[in-house]
C-alpha cells in the first residue's frame, strides 16, 4: 500500500512541478521573442512553443483527477459533518459509512463509464489539437483516476469500520519534519 501512496503523491508532485516549469518555459519564451534583437528574436521566433498550453491543461486535469483521490486518503476534502456530528454515535458511524460507500459507488461508476468512452474514442483516429497524441491517452485520467478514488473510498470506510477514525489532515503538520528536529537534537547533544 505504501507503494501505492508514493506512487500517487509521486505523480502528483512531478506534474505539479514540470507543469510550472513548462509555463515559465513558454511566457519565457514568449517574452523574449517578442524583444526586438535580430539573431535573439529570429532565433526564438522558428521555436514553436503553442504546444505549452494544452499539455499543461492536460497535465492538470491528470494532476486533478489524482489529487481528489490523495485528498480521500489524507482527509483534506471539505466536507459539511456539522448534523453528522451532532448525531449519536451509533447513528453518525452508519451514515458515515453510508457517505463513504456512497462516494465509492459514484467513483465507481464514473470509471466505469469513463472506461467506456476511452475504450471507444480508442477505436478512433482522434487526436489532440497541438501535441496530436491520441485522445484515448488524455481522457484516460478519467477512469484511473475515479477508480483509485473509488479505491480509496473503500479503504477509509474499512479502516473506518475497524477503528472508528477517519483520515484528519493536520493543517499545521509538515512530513518529515519530526526526523529533522530529531537529527538536530542529537547534533546538538553530541
Known amino acids: 500500500m505504501k507503494f501505492l501512496d508514493h506512487l500517487e503523491e509521486w ?5 505539479m512541478g514540470a507543469a510550472t516549469l ?3 518555459v513558454a511566457v519565457v519564451h514568449r517574452y523574449l521573442a517578442g ?3 535580430p539573431v535573439v528574436q529570429d532565433f526564438l521566433i522558428q521555436i514553436n512553443t503553442s504546444w505549452a498550453q494544452e499539455l499543461c491543461i492536460y497535465m492538470f486535469v491528470w494532476m486533478a483527477k489524482f489529487g481528489a483521490a490523495y485528498g480521500v486518503r489524507t482527509g483534506i ?8 456530528n451532532r448525531m449519536n454515535p451509533r ?29 471507444s474514442i480508442g477505436h478512433t483516429d482522434q487526436t489532440s489539437a497541438d501535441m496530436e497524441v ?8 478519467v477512469p ?3 477508480y483509485l478514488m473509488c479505491f480509496r473510498f473503500l479503504q477509509v470506510m474499512v479502516h473506518f469500520i475497524k477503528t472508528g477514525a477517519l483520515p484528519k489532515h493536520d493543517h499545521s503538520h509538515v512530513e518529515g519534519l519530526e ?3 530529531t537529527a538536530e537534537e542529537k547534533g546538538a547533544k553530541a
Do not use: Q
Not at 476534502?77 to 453528522?84: A, E, F, R, T
Not at 447513528?91 to 475504450?119: C, E, K, M, N, P
Open 11 to 15: 505523480l502528483i508532485a512531478t506534474l
Open 22 to 24: 513548462i509555463i515559465f
Open 35 to 37: 524583444l526586438p534583437i
Open 77 to 84: 476534502h471539505v466536507g459539511v459533518d456539522v448534523l453528522i
Open 91 to 119: 447513528w453518525r458511524d452508519r451514515f458515515i459509512v453510508f457517505g463513504l460507500g456512497a462516494g465509492a459507488l459514484f467513483t465507481g461508476i464514473v470509471g466505469t463509464l469513463g472506461a467506456s468512452f476511452v475504450w
Open 134 to 141: 491520441p485522445m484515448w491517452l488524455v481522457y484516460l485520467a
Open 144 to 146: 484511473l483516476g475515479s
Open 179 to 181: 526526523d529533522e528536529l
